[in-house]
Nanobody
Framework: QVQLVESGGGLVQAGGSLRLSCAASGSIFSINTMGWYRQAPGKQRELVAT???????NYADSVKGRFTIVRDNAKNTVYLQMISLKPEDTAVYYC??????????????WGQGTQVTVSS
């Protein structure tokens, strides 16, 4: 079994910063791409940032220059450092991890989501 535990969300004023973390645990054989997605009320879930096992990153245009995704392979953890937050960044943020379990085929797993609210 695999668990993804997210933390770090909260309420912050515009211009503030937050750091999200997502730790994967369980019977993990290998981890491929890790990423963050978000879903605002009434909108579809959208990609925020991803990072491959080799460290290549990809960001949504709306967050480039403000958000940074990093991973700690020793801890099976991915982080999203967010600065200069804007009210439009308000959403539930979900981590997504592509991994292979010891006794199963590779697939994506989702975290439970953490709320980020940016007040103006």
């Amino acid at each position: 079994q695999v668990q993804l535990v997210e933390s770090g969300g909260g309420l912050v004023q515009a211009g503030g910063s937050l750091r999200l973390s997502c730790a994967a645990s369980g019977s993990i054989f290998s981890i491929n791409t890790m990423g963050w997605y978000r879903q605002a009320p009434g909108k579809q879930r959208e990609l925020v940032a991803t990072i491959t096992s080799g460290g290549n990153t990809n960001y949504a245009d709306s967050v480039k220059g403000r958000f940074t995704i990093v991973r700690d392979n020793a801890k099976n953890t991915v982080y999203l450092q967010m600065i200069s937050l804007k009210p439009e960044d308000t959403a539930v943020y979900y981590c997504n991890v592509g991994l292979r379990r010891i006794t199963a085929a590779p697939r994506d797993y989702w975290g439970q989501g953490t709320q980020v609210t940016v007040s103006s």
